[in-house]
């Protein structure tokens, strides 16, 4: 008998690990896939910005186009479609939560727009000043935040981390139930 339930106890905790390791698993390749996603969509709303930057800064300081003015609408079209998307806010939140990843996404976010919103305003007659605030911007807000980000969203990929945050999941589960019995 004792043999029996040893051998029952044996497949039940085997059978609990496979499901954890494979729910890790999981976790880890969602979290990754978005991970990138979010990276990439940050970068090209990045390496747009700069184009418009440079475009203004040749056009307003009298030197050769970085861009030709329909390359600059083009990418300025690209951009606004890039920065009202809320695809990769609602990917981050399903697969991440709402906690400070969040927000540090809306805060970067929110920076890209204020640049774009100060490239699009500047004129030649203001570019020095706006050109220093931007660049300032990139220096000091920017890189800070894209840094913080890359970083949060690969540290949720450890997998203590990943365990922790299932097994919490699982315990307010329990703890739900047993309230509500």
């Known amino acids: 008998m004792l043999l029996l339930f040893s051998g029952l106890l044996g497949a039940i905790i085997a059978t609990l690990l496979s499901v954890l390791y494979h729910h890790i698993s999981e976790q880890k390749k969602i979290k990754s896939d978005i991970l990138m996603e979010i990276v990439s969509y940050f970068d090209e709303i990045y390496g747009h910005l700069i184009d418009m930057h440079s475009y203004k800064d040749h056009e307003y ?3 050769k186009p970085a861009l030709y003015p329909d390359e600059y609408r083009m990418v300025s079209r690209e951009l606004t479609k890039l920065l009202i998307s809320s695809k990769p806010a609602a990917k981050l939140v399903i697969a991440y939560g709402e906690g400070n990843i969040m927000g540090t996404f809306n805060g970067l976010k929110e920076i890209f727009l204020e640049v774009s919103s100060m490239l699009r305003k500047s004129t030649r007659d ?3 000043i706006e050109d220093k605030k931007i660049i ?3 220096s000091e807000r920017i890189e800070p935040l894209r ?4 970083r949060s969203l690969l540290n949720e990929l450890d997998t203590a981390m990943i365990v922790k945050q299932t097994l919490r999941g699982c315990f307010n589960q329990i703890k739900r139930k047993s309230i509500c019995v």
Do not use: A
Not at 147 to 150: C, D, E, K, S
């Open 61 to 63: 300081m009298d030197k």
């Open 136 to 138: 300032n911007l990139f």
């Open 147 to 150: 840094t913080i980000l890359q």
């Open 126 to 128: 203001n570019w020095v």
